[in-house]
Nanobody, 128 residues
Framework: QVQLVESGGGLVQAGGSLRLSCAAS????????MGWFRQAPGKEREFVAA????????AYADSVKGRFLISRDNAKNTVSLQMNSLKPEDTAVYYC?????????????????????WGQGTQVTVSS
């Protein structure tokens, strides 16, 4: 099965930018719908962004639209999340997740239970 490892987290001031990366091993991600989720202390895990297997279709949580950009490079077996104009409320552990592409992209795209592969997470802290 595929193994996912996130990197790129850290401490940044409000208004700054950060780029997260997710590297896969064990299998290529070409046929997977990929997503980013985040979980803040004491909060439930929430959807951030997702991208289709081809990279042509994306989805974003309303809270990050216009600020975050998800992308993928199937040749390099990686998925990235460019985060701009960061806010303190973006502080959380960010997780990379993978789901085998078996239907319409938008089918429960924001539901964490639909994704079967998960990384260990990377901490993002935005100070104010």
């Amino acid at each position: 099965q595929v193994q996912l490892v996130e990197s790129g987290g850290g401490l940044v001031q409000a208004g700054g930018s950060l780029r997260l990366s997710c590297a896969a091993s064990g299998r290529t991600l070409s046929s997977y719908r990929m997503g980013w989720f985040r979980q803040a202390p004491g909060k439930e895990r929430e959807f951030v962004a997702a991208i289709s297997w081809s990279g042509s279709t994306t989805a974003y949580a309303d809270s990050v639209k216009g600020r975050f950009l998800i992308s993928r490079d199937n040749a390099k077996n990686t998925v990235s999340l460019q985060m701009n104009s960061l806010k303190p409320e973006d502080t959380a552990v960010y997780y990379c997740a993978g789901d085998r592409d078996g239907g319409p992209f938008y089918y429960q795209v924001k539901t964490s239970n639909e994704y079967e592969y998960w990384g260990q997470g990377t901490q993002v802290t935005v100070s104010s």
